[in-house]
């Protein structure tokens, strides 16, 4: 696609549900990260993947927070038994390679509301 | 260990006044730095960055960032504020830990331009 897609845009959900957080990165993009953004704390990072697999998931804030990328490509972040913590704007990117060089495009997020 | 430290969280300029939005950073190798800016439930978009070319980089939307080693720091400046500049400003680094150059982003500023 043309840029980062992510679905929804919004999602309210209630205490205790699971939700599902989607995001279809750029074609041919190989690294992809999860960040959070709460308001007046910047970006948290969440994990990455490079390709399929996840070197870094130092980022999820308990074992509640899980996720998977398939093919390459779509990734789904999943968050169990939803906290009202857990509200906030749920930001993914992609790059071309795990270089620096390369920059990170960002999608619109997923604004979450557990209520 | 990298960190951005952004400050004030809150910059207010007149239209035509010149911007200045702050960060200083610590990284223990040489940093790759970037500046995004989020407008209104949008995701961040890559202003600029600073990958160890010319110290002095020019972004989109006139902006411009000088990377000054001594003083780890890494301003964003545009000489004449627009009404559209209204937006929250996120400074970023990033390094080589594990092959991952998993960025670290700054609290943001969010900058409120006056007619």
Redesign the interface.
Known sequence: GAG?S?SPSNKVTEKGKDVELRCDPISGHTAL?W?RQSL????E?LI?F?GNSA??KSGLPSDRFSAERTGGSVSTLTIQRTQQEDSAVY?C?SSQG????Y???????TRLTVV | AQSVTQLGSHVSVSEGALVLLRCNYSSSVPPYLFWYVQYPNQGLQLLLKYTSAATLVKGINGFEAEFKKSETSFHLTKPSAHMSDAAEYFCAVSERAGGSYIPTFGRGTSLIVHP
């Not at chain 1, 920059?103 to 997020?109: H, P």
């Open positions: 980062v992510q990260y960040y007046g704390q910047g970006l990072f990455y490079q070197p870094d930001l990117a795990q270089g620096a060089n920059g990170y495009t960002f999608g619109s997020g």
